[in-house]
């Protein structure tokens, strides 16, 4: 059985786990039942980043595939807080009851939001019950009002997301990128409604699907999939390891132990051949891992959105590019649909790269750009000329 692996070998397996080696998955579903969720972000610089995962491993699809399984009653996905704001198959749903169970317990404390705002969240739920499902700025309430800006959110608005976390409401989709808010009724069929998972089985499944998804991790790798902290998973992983569902192996020049899921125990990884040259969404499973991304590809990636513009280093929105087995450059990019041009922002390549890497890499990305456009509906690609790399 697998003890140990090399550095090289946890690259290629971090890669063909999360479906980055070759196109191995054939529809949206495919890519979110191997992720578990699909990480939602409003930016739309680019592309909004949920669209983007899915365009990395399927090629240029159509959205409107991710669209139409979202929204409405029984939809095949719903929104949860899994890894952040997520979208996760309806049937999942009674997983992730355990962390509704926590914030519930957290809402029934002396002095809480919830305690401070029965007749709030009463009126809510009646709001919904007459209405149907709506949009925050459809409540008519004294208490929607915003407090300070940017995310002052009004009393309606934390209510509603409080109740989001607890189970209370479900997220029904979106309008304009506005989550509606709707009664569990309203939307999830009764079969989700009345399935009861065991806390402890819940968790095992979901740790067991990160592990996965991860192909080898540290536990701080495998809690980050599912937004837990390493010593609430650590009693899971023993669990899994008891079960053989994971097995603990070293890796070449990791300082932390590691494991690895059974499916990929004695894998031969001769028949792992990374051939895809792709951008990255920030919040791709490959690289929304700071940590992880530098120990295994040597790739230290901030996002610098929340950067102020005379000290960013790549770009607002630069996108960590995948060229077969390496991350070998950030490419801030911007959709300008009014002159239907893609706007190469700046494009930089790594430094360890050799002048023969950088010119075989810059061929593929410049290949891989004119397919970006055309999955955007734009008719031209524009470079700025900024950074060090010629794409």
Same mark, same amino acid.
């Given at each position: 059985?697998? *003890?140990?692996?090399?550095?090289?070998?946890?690259?290629?397996?971090?890669?063909?786990?999360?479906?980055?080696?070759?196109?191995?998955?054939?529809?949206?579903?495919?890519?979110?039942?191997?992720?578990?969720?699909?990480?939602?972000?409003?930016?739309?610089?680019?592309?909004?980043?949920?669209?983007?995962?899915?365009?990395?491993?399927?090629?240029?699809?159509?959205?409107?595939?991710?669209?139409?399984?979202?929204?409405?009653?029984?939809?095949?996905?719903?929104?949860? =807080?899994?890894?952040?704001?997520?979208?996760?198959?309806?049937?999942?749903?009674?997983?992730?009851?355990?962390?509704?169970? =926590?914030?519930?317990?957290?809402?029934?404390?002396?002095?809480?939001?919830?305690?401070? *705002?029965?007749?709030?969240?009463?009126?809510?739920?009646?709001?919904?019950?007459?209405?149907?499902?709506?949009?925050?700025?459809?409540?008519?309430?004294?208490?929607?009002?915003?407090?300070?800006? =940017?995310?002052?959110?009004?009393?309606?608005?934390?209510?509603?997301?409080?109740?989001?976390?607890?189970?209370?409401?479900?997220?029904?989709?979106?309008?304009?990128?506005?989550?509606?808010?709707?009664?569990?009724?309203?939307?999830?069929?009764?079969?989700?409604?009345?399935?009861?998972?065991?806390?402890?089985?819940?968790?095992?499944?979901?740790?067991?699907?990160?592990?996965?998804?991860?192909?080898?991790?540290?536990?701080?790798?495998?809690?980050?999939?599912?937004?837990?902290?390493?010593?609430?998973?650590?009693?899971?992983?023993?669990?899994?390891?008891?079960?053989?569902?994971?097995?603990?192996?070293?890796?070449? *020049?990791?300082?932390?132990?590691?494991?690895?899921?059974?499916?990929?125990?004695?894998?031969?990884?001769?028949?792992?051949?990374?051939?895809?040259?792709?951008?990255?969404?920030?919040?791709?499973?490959?690289?929304?891992?700071?940590?992880?991304?530098?120990?295994?590809?040597?790739?230290?990636?901030?996002?610098?959105?929340?950067?102020?513009?005379?000290?960013?280093?790549?770009?607002?929105?630069?996108?960590?590019?995948?060229?077969?087995?390496?991350?070998?450059?950030?490419?801030?990019?911007?959709?300008?649909?009014?002159?239907?041009?893609?706007?190469?922002?700046?494009?930089?390549?790594?430094?360890?790269?050799?002048?023969?890497?950088?010119?075989?890499?810059?061929?593929?990305?410049?290949?891989?750009?004119?397919?970006?456009?055309?999955?955007?509906?734009?008719?031209?690609?524009?470079?700025?000329?900024?950074?060090?790399?010629?794409?």
């Amino acid at each position: 059985m697998t *003890n140990t692996l090399s550095a090289r070998e946890a690259k290629l397996l971090a890669l063909h786990a999360c479906g980055l080696d070759s196109r191995q998955d054939k529809t949206v579903l495919d890519v979110i039942t191997r992720f578990g969720m699909l990480q939602i972000d409003s930016v739309n610089v680019f592309e909004r980043a949920h669209y983007m995962p899915l365009f990395s491993r399927l090629g240029s699809y159509d959205k409107a595939e991710l669209d139409s399984l979202t929204g409405g009653k029984n939809p095949t996905l719903i929104e949860y =807080w899994a890894h952040q704001a997520s979208f996760i198959k309806a049937e999942d749903f009674p997983l992730f009851d355990w962390r509704m169970q =926590w914030y519930r317990d957290r809402a029934s404390l002396a002095g809480s939001f919830e305690k401070e *705002n029965k007749k709030l969240i009463a009126w809510i739920k009646a709001a919904l019950k007459a209405n149907g499902p709506m949009t925050s700025s459809q409540f008519e309430h004294d208490e929607n009002k915003r407090q300070g800006s =940017w995310w002052g959110w009004s009393n309606v608005k934390r209510a509603l997301e409080r109740m989001i976390f607890q189970g209370e409401l479900i997220a029904a989709g979106r309008m304009n990128f506005s989550r509606i808010y709707a009664l569990p009724e309203q939307v999830l069929s009764t079969k989700i409604l009345n399935r009861t998972v065991d806390h402890t089985k819940a968790q095992e499944q979901l740790i067991s699907n990160a592990a996965r998804l991860m192909g080898v991790g540290t536990v701080k790798d495998i809690a980050n999939v599912y937004c837990q902290n390493a010593t609430e998973v650590k009693p899971i992983l023993s669990s899994l390891l008891d079960k053989g569902t994971i097995q603990e192996v070293t890796v070449e *020049n990791w300082k932390d132990k590691a494991f690895i899921h059974k499916d990929f125990i004695d894998y031969n990884f001769k028949e792992i051949k990374p051939s895809l040259t792709t951008l990255l969404s920030p919040f791709d499973p490959l690289t929304w891992q700071r940590e992880r991304a530098l120990r295994i590809f040597n790739f230290d990636y901030r996002i610098e959105i929340y950067t102020p513009e005379p000290k960013r280093i790549y770009g607002y929105y630069s996108l960590p590019t995948l060229h077969k087995d390496n991350l070998v450059a950030r490419i801030d990019l911007n959709s300008d649909r009014q002159n239907k041009t893609l706007l190469v922002q700046s494009a930089w390549h790594e430094l360890h790269l050799t002048p023969k890497e950088v010119e075989a890499s810059s061929k593929a990305i410049a290949k891989h750009l004119v397919e970006v456009r055309k999955w955007q509906g734009l008719d031209s690609v524009e470079s700025k000329g900024k950074g060090n790399f010629s794409v």
